[in-house]
Each structure stands twice: as C-alpha cells, then as structure tokens.
C-alpha cells in the first residue's frame, strides 16, 4: 500500500505519493491561492492529488490514507482550528477532501511532520524520542515519542517557539514577551544583526546588504561571521548562545535522545552545529551524564510531503 | 502480590508495603543519617524494611518489587548517579539493598515517583499524561506519558525547575541565572518577601517574622496576601504570574492533560490555586482551545511511598 502526503505552505501546497518506508515515489505541485474560499483551495488539492496519482499510474485501491501538514492545528476530527498563514479557521479539511478520494485522512502541524519524517528516515531514524525545531521566521517544535508524532493532549503542545526564555523581553508576535523563537529565529538573528551593525559603521554587513539593513538576511550575518567580520561573529555567537539555551531547556524538560535543528538557519550547516554543541555543556546541571545528541535535519523540503504520509501509516512494533 | 515502596529524603526514609492499587498497608521510617557510609544507610533502610514486613506479616514470597524515590537520579542499573543532599555520588542502591531482600529494585526521581503516585491513585488518576511540580525549597518536575514516569532517554529530563525563564535574571543554585525555580519556589516567594518589605515598612509581614527577615515564610507571604496586606499582595500576585507563565511553558511545550501542583507551596490550596487559574489565560496562543486542567496534588506526604512502590508495577493495559 502507498500513501499520500500533502504539505500545505503558504505559497504552494506540495503533493507526493510515498512507500511505507517514507520514500517519495512522484510528487506535483498546486499554488495555494490564499484568500479564496476554502472549498476552491481544496478543490485544487484534491484535484493535483489524482493528477499525481494518475499521471503515476497509482489506483485509489493502492492508497491506505492521506496525510496533512498545515502551519496551524487541527483537531481529532479533521477540522484545520487555526492556520494563520491561510486565514483558516474551522475549516472542514478531512471533509472536503475526502470528497475527491475517500481515504483516512489525518492531519497535523508542520513542523510536527518535519520532525516525525525525520524519524521515519532522516538524522533521528529509529530513536527513542526526539524533538525538532524549525529556525525560520518563527521557530515550530515536533516532538516524537515511541515512534508517534506528540502533540499534546489538547493538540497545543510541541510550541516550544512560545516558551518564555526571557520573561518582559522582546516583544513577540504571539502577544507575550521574551518567547524562545525572538531570540532562536531567522528573524532573530536579523534583528540582531540590526542592532549592530547600527552602532558599527565599519562593519562588512553594510556592505553585504549594500547599506541598506532592511535587505540583511540570516545568511549575511552567517557569512560575515565565516570570514570573521567582527560585528557579525558577536551576533553570531549571541545567537549560538541562545541556541544552547533552547537545546538545554529541551534536554531539562524532555531529555530526548536527539535533538533535530531544521528550518532555514540550519543551512549554515556544521559552522552553525558545532558551535552550538560546544556552547551547551556550560548549561548542563549534570555535567558528567551523557544527554541529548544535537544534529541538524536531513530531509529538507521533502520533510513535509514524508512526514504528513506517515502519519497514515501503522505504528511497527518497535 | 504486594510492593515495597521506600521514600529517601535527607531526613528520614519511609518504608511502605503497598497493594497492587496504591494503598499503603503498613509503614515505617528510620533516620537518614547523612554523613554515613552508604552501606550503613542502605543497611538501615533494608532492617527496617524487613522490620516493616516482619511486623504486619508480609512474607518475602508475597513481595513482587522494590521501588525507591531519591532526591536525585539513578541511571538503568540501579546506581544512584547524583545525590547532592545526601552526598551521593555512584552508589549502588540496587545491588546493596538487594542484599536484605532480592527482588528486583526500580529507582526514579522523587518528583517524579510524586507525580506518578498522582496518576496512580491521587488527582490526575487515570490521566493520558501529566507534569507534576513540587514547589518547594526548589522545584522538582515528574512528567507521565502514557502510564509511565518519564525521566528522559538518559534519565536526565523533567529537571523543569532548571528551564531558563529570565536570561539574565536571579543567579541559581544550578550555576545559571534566571531558572524557572528561582521564580516558582518558596524559596522565591520568600526572596521577593524579603525585598519588598524592605521597602516597605509598615507591611504586616514585619510583624510577622517578629522583626527579622531571616524569619519570613512561605506561608506567612500568602497568609498577609489573604488578609490584603499591599506589600504581601504584590509578592503573591508577581508569583502567581511567574507561575502562570511556568504552568504555560509545561502547555507550550508538552500540553498534557493535567498539570500538578505539590510541594509546601501549594499547601495555599484553592487561593493559590484559583489565582493560577485565573492568570493563565492572558498567556495561551489558542484563546479559544482547551488546554491543560491545573490541580493541586492530593497525596501529600504518601505520594513518595506510593509512587516508589508503583515503580515496580506491570503497566496495565489502557
């Protein structure tokens, strides 16, 4: 059996059919159109879902169930509650859906399914718990534990982004202050960069943004941090620090055996990694115990398309 | 079948048999004496045992497991890896209390064996997952996930007191600065105490503490914060926010069903308890969502024994 998984973004709205091992057999594509009625967006979804299916010669026989990720929650029966992004609010998504192929239908948060297609055959395969964080604009959390996506009883768990890090800090587009994803974001590391390059007019970041900050990206920061531009290696190393802060409030709450750093920021790669993992035992309360391995994720955009099929797919016995 | 469970605190160590339902049959205690040899401790705590057994008629054949709750953590073969107040460090609780009775011997964190006492036959019985946090001199976590304590993959989660809140804030016991317990403790509430009577001299709390400050409790904070006085209100309402904001981190980041409060604070009971529950709102992302019920623990000073007994239980099926 096969099954199909759907990664819904703000942009596009990605479609794959994939084995049970979480490989990707064929995949396609539909914009998402944000703004027009529900009913049409997942029109569209269920209409690139058989064109997949089809043009790959796969029946509706073969499929044992779809899989969803939104950057929003859905509940147990299948209604999207919230998606910010798509201005979706009670949508009946399993419903409408199902009127294009009448298969299980099983929904969750993005980066939820990230961090579960991660387990399923990425950097945390086969472990006994992990917790991924998406570095974008904001920062998700995925929780796996005993080879299940963990969401939370009321399904509004894995918002590690939302922890308060730094309480009557830096305002946060949730409505509180001094939350973990204002300090460990894409959007952190911009804003940082910011702040000093304002008060460091020599600095190489005027240059990489061709003087203007509103045009600074994380990766200029990362960049200017390489090659040892000084304003950019402090920003840098405030926002490792920050990093292994967030990676020890995981290890103190849920001590997961990984840890999975995925999303945008976590293109720098092993200069990012590194520094990060030699940051965090300074945090450690037991300093000789061994605790949670820190990697950086493997499957990339795929992630979402893999994860959101799995969550179709039976738990194996471990 | 029955269980010995056995709660280790620097003081004294309670002994219990307890039945297959987390009902204390029998009990007794011998002292702790920190400072000792191990072996004399764990020799103590095996004569009492068997003295326990011994006097209510509980035959060694009738004894299916042994489970201990330490204030610290002990790793998969029964070794107590930490144990600051008891000076602990590599002890082979297992193997030595083995001596005195050889059945097979569970060990977990205290907080964590409280809080799965909890789920076993007090507040959150019965429950799909809780945190428990002991408010106390700090403040300890126990996290249960479907049934069982959850330690973490190497034993070194559910530290919740020890998750940065406040980068930069009050320096802790840990070695970091700004840790959760640093605001959620009695300890804390005292701190604060302390601070604002100091500016404010015609505060009850004064009167209270006959004068010297060294003195304040706990409960005498929260009992001039019943009877309106200005400056123990403050304390009690800036505490209440710090623990609404420690009660969200738990819904952020895991959102179990119930969340536990024990420990001496929260022998404020419904005061203290209706005043969390009122804050906690102005903090959730999901206005309009259910999120975790927040209770006050109800075993009190039985749910060490009970909670170390049960450690030793077959898991039943859900």
Same mark, same amino acid.
């Given at each position: 059996?096969?099954?199909?998984?759907?990664?819904?973004?703000?942009?596009?709205?990605? =479609?794959?059919?994939?084995?049970?091992?979480?490989?990707?057999?064929?995949?396609?594509?539909?914009?998402?159109?944000?703004?027009?009625?529900?009913?049409?967006? =997942?029109?569209?979804?269920?209409?690139?879902?058989?064109?997949?299916?089809?043009?790959?010669d796969y029946k509706p026989e073969e499929i044992a169930a779809i899989g969803i990720g939104i950057p929003g929650i859905a509940d147990n029966d299948g209604n999207v509650i919230f998606c910010t992004n798509m201005g979706w609010k009670n949508v009946p998504l399993r419903k409408e859906l199902q009127k294009y192929l009448n298969k299980p239908v099983f929904i969750d948060n993005d980066a939820t399914v990230a961090g579960f297609a991660e387990y399923i055959c990425g950097v945390s395969a086969g472990t006994h718990s992990s917790v991924f964080l998406t570095l974008g604009t904001g920062v998700g959390g995925g929780i796996v534990i005993g080879g299940r996506p963990w969401s939370g009883f009321h399904g509004v768990g894995s918002e590690i982004g939302h922890i308060p890090m730094d309480i009557g800090g830096v305002p946060c587009t949730c409505g509180n202050d001094g939350c973990l994803e204002r300090y460990t974001s894409a959007t952190a590391v911009i804003r940082m960069g910011r702040e000093r390059m304002a008060q460091n007019p020599d600095s190489m970041l005027h240059t990489l943004c061709e003087g203007d900050p509103e045009k600074l990206t994380c990766k200029m920061v990362f960049d200017a941090a390489k090659v040892k531009d000084e304003t950019a290696l402090r920003v840098f190393n405030d926002y490792v620090d920050y990093m292994a802060r967030a990676c020890y409030t995981v290890i103190a709450f849920l001590d997961p055996e990984v840890i999975v750093l995925g999303g945008g920021v976590s293109k720098a790669g092993d200069f990012l990694l590194d520094a990060i993992r030699e940051r965090i035992p300074q945090y450690l309360i037991f300093k000789d115990l061994p605790y949670s391995r820190i990697e950086i994720a493997r499957l990339g955009n795929d992630a979402g398309i893999i994860g959101a099929a799995m969550l179709g797919r039976p738990t194996k016995e471990a």
């Open positions: 059996m096969y099954y199909i998984g759907i990664d819904v973004g703000g942009t596009g709205i990605q =479609i794959g059919v994939v084995d049970e091992n979480g490989k990707i057999l064929c995949k396609g594509e539909t914009p998402t159109g944000v703004g027009r009625p529900y009913e049409e967006i =997942i029109g569209d979804m269920g209409r690139c879902m058989l064109k997949v299916m089809g043009d790959n």
